[in-house]
């Protein structure tokens, strides 16, 4: 497993998105307006993490904990979200557009 030290938003901004965050605790992060691709996120915890317009493509996010997340303007395409609890993000409306596990909003 690798090491990515500590998250931030300038880091991902920067090119430095990586394929695998599965199990990691990205609370309380600012990741507004990141391009994620072919990510895993498979148990990640983002409570309170700050989601607003970020878009989410090909992703499998199984588990994900989305408990208070602000998902204002978020995108998740192609996304597998089965057993994640985005319906209980906090703040926001996202979109899903041929997602499993959620209903398409498109």
């Known amino acids: ?18 394929k695998e965050y599965n199990g990691k605790d990205l609370t309380g992060l600012d990741l507004s307006g990141i391009t ?5 996120f498979k148990n990640t915890n983002f409570t309170s993490t700050n989601l607003s317009k970020t878009v989410f493509e090909q992703c499998e996010m199984q588990g994900a904990n989305f408990t208070h997340a602000n998902i204002d303007g978020a995108s998740f395409e192609q996304c597998e979200l089965q057993s994640s609890n985005v319906e209980t993000a906090g703040r926001g409306k996202a979109s899903y557009s041929q997602c499993e596990g959620v209903e398409d909003t498109d």
């Open 1 to 18: 497993m690798f090491g990515f030290g500590k998250l931030t938003r300038d880091k991902l901004a920067n090119g430095n998105v990586q």
């Open 36 to 40: 994620f691709t072919q990510c895993e």
